[in-house]
């Protein structure tokens, strides 16, 4: 049976942890799980080409803007239908998280951020570490399993109880 990794993130008091479980999908499960990983990378992937393709001296779109060209128009878009097969918390979390790399690239560049220097976000391939994170509106725990959009519920081992609700979950493959 083919295990994966579901990292929780949780805020205890006033800081936020991180909590690693195993999970045991179904293989049906895991054939959805594998589409939501495909998805959340060309996301990723289609948001950077734009953010790349942007010419010098022009601004940047916003998140928002890029989730509408990359998620919401794409879908409409006969060769990319296969984006609404997924969650769509997934993707946007995607896009977000793309922000987010560009955030701390250009702190970093900056000196604002401890730490080595971060490079510029670059594009996901296949064969890299695939993972998909959820926020709390595409996902429930309850009855010790963990329920997923558009995936079901996910057999959990449970190797600690949660200290409070989780804010998020990243599903990565072991």
């Not at 239908?81 to 946007?92: F, G």
């Not at 391939?125 to 725990?141: D, E, L, N, P």
Request: overall charge positive.
């Amino acid at each position: 049976m083919c295990t994966r990794w579901l990292s929780i993130h949780a805020i205890v008091g006033s800081m936020k942890a991180r909590y690693q479980y195993r999970i045991y999908p179904t293989p049906g499960q895991q054939i959805e799980l594998a589409k939501l990983f495909g998805c959340c990378r060309v996301v990723w992937n289609s948001a950077l080409a734009i953010v790349k393709g942007v010419p010098k001296g022009e601004k940047w779109p916003k998140n928002s803007e890029l989730q509408r060209l990359v998620i919401t128009q794409a879908k409409k878009a006969p060769e990319r239908q296969w984006l609404s097969e997924v969650s769509v918390v997934a993707l946007q979390q995607s896009v977000i998280d793309l922000g987010t790399a560009f955030k701390h690239f250009f702190e970093s560049q900056q000196g604002k951020r401890k730490g080595k220097r971060v490079g510029f976000p670059q594009f996901k391939k296949r064969s890299s570490q695939q993972s998909a994170r959820f926020t709390k509106r595409g996902f429930s725990i309850k009855a010790g399993k963990v329920y997923l959009a558009k995936i079901g519920n996910i057999k959990t081992k449970w190797s600690r109880p949660l200290p409070s609700e989780p804010s998020s979950l990243t599903f990565s493959p072991a």
